[in-house]
């Protein structure tokens, strides 16, 4: 029976576990990590999957446990496969399995390596994204294609819905690659590494932003950090307002950034003219309304900078 120690974490981890598993692949060990309190977790737990197939599963990792790799080498499997783990692998992990140690990454590589490369593409308004299997090398996400797979994002996806797609796109590619795998027929393209950039992992105070900035930028920040992620946010007159979903309009207009309520909407003018609704968002915590706008700062516009 072929076998796999398996790296995962996330809604790709536990999807491509469970596709594992489902192949008939014998899984001794799940390497996965404690989830952060700090952050919201809306996927599937790795470690209740691997628990419920009978899987040993340890949090340690092999930055911090000497003992990892030694006891990976023992168990001397087929496979090593890192689904969405936050940690690079050493060298003597990366060595031990007999066929070869293989990532999950969510983008369409060279695109997009590193940390949150689904946040990423939607900060930067990429109309789709993907999910790439390839061989791990010492240097991330830089190692040997074996087969891809893209999804689209929308105008107005958040960063949820698109990992989603990629999740199932994981799941797909990890399918019908595994028959070549096993069978050692699987492709292994070099990637173009030039064709691509690095990008490091997004912290909470990444979702600031200025008024100043184009309407289609702010849009797409609001977007790629929404829900359950930290979210995006500015000031306005001092206050923090917590911007959740954004609206685009059609048009432009004259004069300086500014907030409004108009007809029961709360609208924005940005640094380019470009207009917003702000759809959904928290003032100092407090959703935010038209009734709410028009308690705190009355009818007029309010300047932004």
Not at 2 to 28: H, Q
């Amino acid at each position: 029976m072929t076998s796999a120690v398996v790296f995962a974490y996330s809604e790709v981890g536990a999807r491509c576990l469970a596709a594992l598993y489902e192949a008939g692949i014998a899984v001794p060990l799940v390497c996965t990590h404690a989830d952060d309190p700090h952050e919201v977790r809306w996927f599937a737990s790795v470690a209740e999957l691997a628990v419920r197939h009978g899987s040993m599963v340890t949090t340690e990792e092999p930055g911090t446990d000497p003992g990892l790799a030694g006891r990976i080498a023992a168990l001397a499997p087929d496979f090593v496969f890192s689904f969405y783990y936050r940690r690079m692998l050493p060298a003597a992990v990366l060595t031990a399995p007999r066929q070869g140690a293989l990532n999950m990454h969510g983008s369409l590589l060279p695109r997009y390596r590193g940390r949150a490369p689904v946040n990423w593409a939607i900060v930067h308004g990429e109309t789709e994204t993907g999910a790439s299997l390839h061989y791990m090398v010492e240097k991330p996400d830089a190692g040997n294609l074996v087969d891809q797979a893209a999804v689209p994002i929308g105008p107005d996806d958040t960063a949820v819905e698109v990992a989603a797609r990629v999740a199932d796109a994981a799941v797909a590619v990890l399918r019908r690659s595994l028959p070549g795998l096993i069978a050692g027929t699987a492709p292994s393209v070099p990637l173009d590494l030039a064709r691509g950039s690095y990008f490091g992992g997004r912290r909470p105070a990444d979702g600031a932003f200025q008024w100043t900035w184009a309407a289609a930028r702010i849009h797409n920040l609001v977007r790629a950090v929404a829900p359950p992620f930290p979210g995006a946010f500015a000031t306005v007159a001092g206050r923090e307002l917590r911007v959740h979903r954004t609206v685009r309009l059609a048009g432009t207009a004259d004069g300086q950034p500014r907030l409004a309520c108009e007809a029961g909407r709360v609208l924005a003018v940005c640094g380019d003219g470009g207009q917003l609704e702000i759809a959904e968002a928290l003032l100092d915590g407090q959703r935010l309304t038209a009734a709410v706008f028009l308690d705190n700062f009355g009818t007029g516009p309010v300047g932004l900078s």
